[in-house]
């Protein structure tokens, strides 16, 4: 029982990161009806920024300052965000009216570009950070000297996933912006003739969806202490994965698929093997799918005639 309830943690902990990377997939999706196959470098960019952010403050002696952790998340949403105006700017607006074939090419592109990128600028050897939110909490202790512990860490990580999924949902449900998106996403043309700026409202789709990656990323940093230039390749298929098992194009999906692959890598490594717990997560997925083509909380799709 001691077990199973650190794995469920350490689930929950990793399937909140995918959580908030696959709610970017899941919005570009559902407006565009297009996969951005480089939000996974989004998010390896986001880590790297709040790498360096951290990194040029404790050259002042502020890096264990919550504060400093607090201008990690900032600056690294805003250059991530930044980054991800860019790409939706230049790689992807001027192919949305083309085949679909073309924008996922382009967006391989800029996933390898932005890789590439990276590596020459921060060299191909893996980024340490020390560990700068510590403390933890035992919850439970077995007789053998096995405890059950929750970091704090790892509650920051829970509330701070929590508050912007919240957010996220109160404002596409509540503000102008978010009826603009939900409008766009249901028919962009008659959205457009009706005076809602299309393009506008997807770059700004693409920046929020940039930002919770970056957030996503500085947490992952914080969390395993290292970063390195192709962490956002399989963080993105992941979230990917999740975004397509919770449903794409729903958001209350995306983040239901998250935690479920971060529980079930919990739960594989644990049980089974740790070296197959991506495999796992796919085979799921497999068999979701199977059952249930357009994923658990996603709706079927009539072609429009």
Known sequence: MEYFLQQLINGLTLGSVYALIAIGYTMVYGIIGMINFAHGELYMIGAFVGLITLTALGALGLAAAPLAIVLAFLCAMIVTAAYGYAMERLAYRPLRRSSRIAPLISAIGVSILLQNYVRLAQGPRAKPLPPLVQGQHVLLERADGFTVTLSNLQIAIFVVAALLMIALTLLIHRTALGRAQRACAQDMKMAALLGIPADRVIAITFVLGASLAAVAGVMVALYYGVVDFHIGFIAGMKAFTAAVLGGIGSLPGAM????????????????????YKDAAAFLILILVLSLRPQGLLGRPVADKV
């Open 256 to 275: 239901l698929g998250g935690i479920a692959i971060g529980l079930i890598e919990a739960f594989w490594s644990g049980y089974v093997s740790a070296e």
